[in-house]
């Protein structure tokens, strides 16, 4: 077993948003600093408790809080941002319909929100406003009462079944 000196630094690679990244970590940081440090301000901390979703990102295709993730513990793996969604500017679905259905405020929960709302779609491109609410039931947001959370959700699965295969 391979055992660490206090303050030791360990190299990870990550692939974020389709980029390498190698950078030195110690053992005990947290993946929502790193992504952070490596320029992923959209990645969110909103607690400390693993409670309100909003450090949410994909990691190797599961959507996951990255404050409940040590950062050596991501070693290798891939990692969808926000930051990643939009192609050459052209704003994903789920970011086209969170804007014309106003499902954000201040805007602090709603990168974890397009990424829990992302990874929903992805187990359930169909979803019931039931199966919404409860795919969502891990992101807290304090201004918008959800609701048009919701509709967003909803028109985007539209948007994107509407797009399908193509769809990303
Ligand atoms: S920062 Fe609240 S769950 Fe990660
Ligand atoms: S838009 Fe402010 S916390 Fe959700």
Same mark, same amino acid.
């Given at each position: 077993m391979k055992v660490f000196e206090k303050d030791q630094k360990v190299k990870i690679h990550l692939k974020i948003n389709g980029q390498d990244y190698e950078t030195e970590t110690e053992p005990r940081r947290l993946l929502v600093h790193v992504l952070r440090e490596l320029g992923f301000t959209g990645v969110h901390i909103g607690c400390d408790?693993?409670?309100? !979703?909003?450090?949410t990102i994909i990691m190797n295709g599961r959507s996951v809080k990255s404050c409940t993730v040590l950062a050596v513990e991501a070693d290798g793996s891939e990692i969808l941002t926000v930051e990643g969604l939009a192609k050459d500017g052209k704003l994903h679905p789920i970011q086209e319909a969170f804007w014309e259905k106003h499902a954000l405020q201040c805007g602090y929960c709603t990168p974890g929100m397009i990424m829990e709302a992302y990874w929903l779609l992805k187990e359930n491109p169909n979803p019931t406003e039931e199966e919404i609410r409860e795919g969502i039931s891990g992101n807290l947001c304090r201004?918008? !009462?959800?609701?048009?959370?919701?509709e967003a959700i909803k028109v985007a699965s539209q948007k994107l079944r509407m797009e399908l295969p193509k769809a990303h």
């Open positions: 408790t693993s409670n309100c !979703g909003a450090c201004c918008t !009462g959800y609701q048009n959370i919701v």
